[in-house]
């Protein structure tokens, strides 16, 4: 950022006073082409505000905002004066750093300058250098930044053990990059140092890329054992750290709250006496060096030991009479600040601040806009580049389907609003009918989405809004002075920001819940409507979409979704999928500048868009439209008949489940039965896990409308992505390769021997299969089966079936060694293919790449199915690869007996079927498997 060079440097200068040396500093800035003259009129201007004298001996002078004009280019000049020159506040300047900055640049070379220049010793070094290589050298290294916030605790492990605890604190550094496994090393030969009060420290400098500090709670603290600190760095760069650590300690009381924000305030030096409150900062051009000044003016008139930290900062707090520091800060427009106080006049003085704070410390300010909320990043993005006509985009395939239809794009409307109001009972009862306006309006939807995917989600959005602890923190807000809409965003804000600082998936996904929730209620306290799209067919466009955006789609209408961010188990992604609607999601930035009517091709199979398509490309969409639309009402007439090919191979097509209730509609779209019940839904809607009988009533309504049709239960699969409320898990930096599926399980066997015991109850002899998920070998599998013979030694049931679902290659590349054991295989391609390409599955940018045609996930198929055949076994694949257009014939030619896919994606999975031959089928397979990777198999596919 600073690219200083020794031209910049003017050593040994003399002035006869501070005006000749800002002289001199103009001219020279005048000489590097970094200004025109007028820039120093500019500069006198900002003198005359206040004096740029940061301490140490140290000036910065600068132009006003209005003199920015005059700056041509970014840059600093760096004149020394040995012999000092007095200042116009009396101070002695031996070092002037002259600064020409255009717009924000401004801040962060102040940002940077102040960290370098509180190196102790520094300004002295640079008020005698008579080297001027030696002092770029000194001014250019950027400050070591160490790290200790948010996303460096875990706090409530769910363990006793110390060095548990130090190794979740070290895990937590390795995952954000900090140190590296050698760092990992060390701290599991080391055993950790007792600091008191039940807290323990491990430090090493070995592996650390960056100095870091984390701090590890257990869920239940004890006198013995309270936390784990893990540092990492050499000491001298750990000073800073080492401070935190004492500043904790300082409070020599036990921890109170295990909450995020209460231990980065300890950490931050705040006492647990201090009064304490958040501000915005209005200031356009953050705090930099003149409301910075201001703001140690006025923390300087109280009797307080005021301090100061960034919300969404690295969790320093510092003092605020310290101008350097406060600089340092980097505070911006929008971001909140935490004061603190301690002293006789700590209320007083918390307040005062947080009033000149919102006052603009001596400049003019305005109210922060509602897209403002966010604080404005460092680096602007640069404005997407606009969509070629006809050229195809890619991304990730989310929905399959094709549609062809004018965009509508949704760009959230503006919410303006002020920041501030003085009539706060005004302002509660606003704030309490928007929320019961939203809460009718959730209601409508609900209703609107009954029996439909969308519902659970949205009253999941009821909940929230009656969330008693965000309405009183909302109405704190506005008792401290802030508007409805104000305070309601601010608590919003907050809670979200809590949860997205767990750094759990699907923690994080709640939190743009609590947004899309909280944004509601704002758009009805500002009383502006939603975006309306048009009464014509179109295609929706937006940069994601929430679940009450979904859920609020009309079918009628909507030919298809694109959406820039998100991946293909976003929950737009997921509720698409369940509309039937072809989407397509995570396209960037640049789908935004799609302008509203234009016409748009979606292309849910092969993951694509294509704005304006030329005629003969639009000529092949219709035609390949008409197809579609003749094959599904064709496939729905014979959606009873079986799957059977042209030269007579029948295979089973069933119905992926969720939730029981489902089942008839199943039943209805042809299914041949269940061919995956994925059971751990029915225990996320309950509060605890559900008894024996609440399960049995569940399994039996599956069975009830199967009348006859096989159901295939996967047992509980749980951990990964899919936490359950009420079985807390340690924290794990790699969950999917961590405790989750049949490893869970067998950890509670008796969890899993209810469920089973429900599972044989229900069944009552009706067909049931069972399948054990994420199972790696056979050791696990007869771990678990032993459980099953257990339960029906007690309950007999004719015809089970126990089975192992094929997730990861472990269990696909030994599927020899079980197969002699097992009823059946399911391949459940979704995670097979996370584990064999290395994909996190719900990766937002990687996502796409995570493809079931990869020729090693169909290797791996066919060693299944190869070994299954040789004893007998059947084979299912039920992951999404199984109603995926090109894989079918694929699969069909792999030799499986049955696929499984959502159940509206029953009658044309059936249809496709009915149009093959075996033969060409096993053409296909053997084409496939000759491939190098995903996209040569794909490509083959399509041209044959
Ligand atoms: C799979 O992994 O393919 C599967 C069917 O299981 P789930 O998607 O529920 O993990
Ligand atoms: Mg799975």
């Known amino acids: ?114 960290r370098v220049l509180d190196k102790p010793g520094l300004a002295r070094k640079l008020a005698e250098a008579d080297d001027a290589e030696a002092l770029v050298t000194l001014l250019s290294k950027e400050p070591v930044v160490p790290k200790c916030d948010a996303q460096t605790l875990c706090l409530g492990v769910n363990t006793r053990a110390t060095s548990e605890l130090a190794m979740s604190a070290a895990a937590r550094l390795q995952g954000l990059g900090c140190v590296d496994s050698a760092f990992m090393k060390e701290i599991v030969s080391q055993p950790p140092v007792g600091l008191g009060q039940g807290f323990w420290l491990v430090h090493h400098s070995i592996g650390s890329i960056r100095p870091a500090l984390a701090l590890a709670t257990p869920k239940e603290p004890s006198d013995e054992l309270a936390g784990v600190f893990c540092l990492a760095g050499p000491g001298d760069d750990c000073r800073e750290l080492l401070e935190r650590i004492d500043n904790f300690l300082a409070q020599n009381t036990p921890l109170e709250s295990q909450s995020v924000d209460a231990v980065l305030s300890r950490l931050s030096g705040e006492q647990a006496n201090a009064v304490s409150e958040r501000v915005r900062l209005l200031n356009t051009h953050g705090l930099h060096a003149r409301p910075a000044k201001q703001l140690v003016q006025e923390a300087r008139q109280h009797n307080a030991d005021i301090r100061i930290r960034l919300a969404e900062g690295d969790g320093n707090s510092v003092s605020a009479i310290s101008l350097t520091r406060i600089i340092g800060l980097g505070a911006r427009r929008g971001q909140t600040l935490i004061i603190s106080a301690t002293g006789d006049d700590a209320e007083q003085a918390v307040k005062a601040v947080c009033q000149a704070i919102s006052d603009g410390l001596g400049e003019t300010v305005s109210p922060l806009r509602h897209h403002e909320s966010q604080p404005e990043s460092a680096e602007p993005e640069s404005a997407p580049e606009p969509l070629a006509d006809d050229e195809p985009l890619k991304a990730v395939a989310a929905s399959p389907g094709l549609a062809l239809a004018p965009a509508f794009v949704m760009r959230q409307p503006t919410l303006d609003y002020p920041a501030t109001a003085s009539d706060a009972n005004e302002q509660t009862a606003r704030l309490g009918r928007a929320i019961d306006e939203a809460d009718g309006q959730l209601r409508t939807l609900i209703r609107q989405a009954e029996g439909g995917e969308a519902a659970p989600i949205l009253s999941v959005h009821v909940e929230m809004l009656q969330d008693d602890d965000l309405y009183q923190a909302a109405l704190e807000a506005i008792n401290e002075g802030a508007s409805a809409e104000a305070g309601w965003w601010r608590a919003i804000d907050t809670a979200a920001r809590a949860q997205e600082a767990l750094a759990d998936r699907l923690l994080a996904e709640r939190a743009a819940d609590l947004r899309d929730v909280g944004r509601r209620v704002l758009a009805n306290l500002c009383g502006v409507a939603m975006p309306t799209p048009p009464d014509e067919p179109y295609v929706l466009v937006a940069d994601d979409l929430g679940p009450s955006d979904v859920a609020r789609l009309d079918t009628q209408r909507v ?52 704005p304006n398509p030329g005629a003969e490309r639009r000529d092949r969409i219709n035609r390949r439209l008409d197809q579609l639309t003749r094959l599904q009402a064709q496939a729905h007439e014979c959606r009873n008949e079986p799957a059977t090919t042209t030269d007579g191979h029948t295979i089973d097509v069933c119905a992926n489940l969720g939730n029981t209730a489902h089942t008839p509609d199943a039943v209805d779209r042809g299914a041949d039965g269940i061919g995956l019940l994925r059971t751990e839904f029915i225990f996320m809607e309950h509060p605890e896990a559900p008894d024996l009988d609440t399960q049995v009533k569940e399994y039996r309504h599956a069975f009830d409308a199967l009348d006859g049709l096989p159901l295939v239960a996967r047992t509980l699969d749980v951990g990964g992505d899919k936490p359950l409320d009420y079985w807390p898990l340690p924290h794990e930096d790699n969950p999917f390769l961590g405790l989750r599926g049949i490893r869970l399980s067998l950890t509670r066997p008796e969890i899993l021997e209810t469920q089973i015991r429900a599972l044989l109850t229900a069944a009552d002899n009706r067909p049931l299969r069972i399948m054990f998920p994420m199972v790696k070998d056979l050791e696990e599998f007869r771990a678990a089966k032993a459980i099953v ?66 020729p090693s996930v169909l290797q791996l198929i066919r060693m299944t199915v190869e070994a299954a055949h040789a004893h007998q076994r059947w084979v299912g694949i039920c992951g999404e690869l199984a109603s995926d257009p090109q894989a079918i014939p694929v699969l069909l030619g792999l030799d499986v007996d049955e696929l499984s896919v959502t159940s509206r994606r029953v009658p044309l999975v059936k249809a496709c079927i009915r149009g093959l031959s075996r033969e060409h089928a096993r053409e296909q397979a053997k084409l496939a498997l000759g491939k190098a990777t995903a996209a040569e198999v794909r490509d083959a596919l399509e041209t044959l």
């Not at 930035?589 to 294509?610: F, K, M, P, Q």
């Open 1 to 114: 950022m600073l690219t200083l060079t020794a031209n910049d440097i003017r050593l040994g200068c003399t002035a006869t006073d501070w005006q000749d040396a800002l002289t001199q500093a103009s001219q020279d800035l005048q000489e590097a082409g970094r200004i025109t003259p007028d820039y120093h009129a500019g500069m006198l201007a900002r003198e005359q505000q206040s004096s740029t004298v940061l301490g140490n001996g140290i000036a910065i002078p600068h132009g006003t905002p209005e003199s920015r004009d005059a700056v041509t280019s970014t840059g600093i000049r760096v004149l020394q004066f040995p012999k000092g020159v007095t200042w116009h506040d009396n101070a002695t300047v031996t070092v002037l750093v002259a600064i020409a900055a255009q717009s924000d640049e401004h801040l962060d070379i102040l940002r940077h300058l102040t």
């Open 559 to 610: 030919r298809g979704l694109i959406t820039a961010r998100g991946g293909a188990t976003s929950h737009s992604a997921i509720l698409a999928r369940a509309l039937g609607l072809p989407a397509v999601v995570g396209a960037g930035n640049r789908i935004l500048t799609i302008s509203d009517g234009t016409d748009l091709v979606v292309d849910g199979e092969r993951g694509c868009l294509v």
């Open 789 to 854: 013979e257990r339960v029906r030694a007690e309950i007999p049931c004719q015809g089970l079936q126990v089975g192992v679902m094929i997730e990861v290659p472990s269990c696909a590349l030994l599927a020899h060694t079980l197969a002699p054991e097992v009823d059946f295989f399911s391949v459940g391609t979704n995670d097979l293919t996370q584990y064999t390409l290395a994909i996190d599955r719900g990766h937002g940018q990687l996502s796409a790449e995570s493809d079931g045609l990869h």
